[in-house]
């Protein structure tokens, strides 16, 4: 929602300000312009990323506008979860998760935490990583392999917003690429009225305007967006790293859940008291 808001915004603005200049709309409905920037812009991303790269980039624009992203209550259910996984463990023993991180989709532990289940990332890094503990491996080098996993994510999950900033960056210049051929053709039209030569103009420059606007209203705050989206399941993945591997190396359940809070950012980490309401309502 926020995104969309900020987007009325920008335009909304912009052609308000226009309007009180006294600007003519209809000048700035340039379709030859979009064409030219529309075209390069796709046509450049083609070129820069391989087939799955570009599905990826394309499934991310919903997400922004419509997603809410990483939320304190995330990090809650996240916490939850974590407790619940190592308080079966240390009642049942550790065979007990086995059938839940096999199939944690059909585990009713997994069940009961939708919004956790939905994000194969942190399911899957979870799972994985209590598969290697169920394994009997060495809390050290279960932490090597966690350190892995989240080096490659990282990577993986800045991809597309490097791309769309990279994207972003080369609209003004093909913004010129669209005014200078407007100028082109403004000159094959010096022997015309002054009125058909200024239209002409006004309308190659305004392949500059909206090339400009669109890098930074709107694609480059998109890339920004899907940057700060990463860092927070990042977090996810962190807390549920330290909490794994807190309980891994003897901590007991809620020991481990709170060394998983303490490394979360200040705006979506729970206080001391919300998460052991949560933990004592889970209890019950």
Do not use: W
């Not at 003519?24 to 064409?35: D, M, R, S, T």
């Not at 392999?145 to 597309?160: P, V």
């Not at 000159?187 to 909206?210: D, N, Q, R, W, Y």
């Amino acid at each position: 929602m926020f995104p969309i808001i900020g987007i009325a915004v920008v335009f909304g603005s912009i052609i308000a300000g226009y309007l009180l200049e006294q600007g003519n709309l209809h000048v700035l409905i340039q379709p030859a312009e979009l064409v030219i920037l529309g075209g390069a812009a796709v046509g450049s991303l083609v070129i820069t990323c391989p087939p799955k790269l570009l599905f990826k980039i394309l499934k991310s624009f919903p997400i922004v506008l419509k997603g809410t992203g990483v939320t304190k209550k995330s990090h809650i259910a996240l916490m939850n979860l974590l407790y619940t996984i190592f308080t079966k463990t240390r009642k049942d023993g550790i065979l007990a998760i086995e059938s839940d991180i096999e199939n944690p989709h059909k585990s009713a532990l997994f069940k009961g935490y939708p919004d956790i289940l939905k994000n194969h990332h942190v399911v899957d890094f979870i799972c994985d990583n209590l598969r290697v503990f169920v394994l009997g491996v060495n809390p050290v080098e279960i932490e090597e392999m966690m350190d892995l996993e989240m080096d490659a994510h990282h990577q993986e999950s800045s991809l597309a917003p490097s791309v769309i900033t990279k994207i972003a960056d080369s609209l003004p210049g093909f913004g010129i690429v669209a005014a200078v051929l407007g100028v082109v053709i403004t000159m094959g039209k010096m022997s015309e009225s002054p009125e058909v030569i200024g239209h002409s103009v006004a309308a190659a420059l305004v392949g500059t305007f909206l090339g400009i606007l669109l890098c930074y209203g709107f694609l480059g705050p998109i890339g920004s967006n899907l940057e700060h989206r990463a860092r927070d399941e990042s977090k996810l993945l962190e807390s549920a790293r330290v909490g794994i591997l807190s309980f891994a190396k003897g901590a007991a359940p809620q020991i481990a859940v709170e060394a998983a809070r303490r490394v979360l950012f200040s705006d979506t980490k729970p206080s001391f008291k919300e998460l052991e309401d949560s933990l004592r309502k889970k209890r019950a």
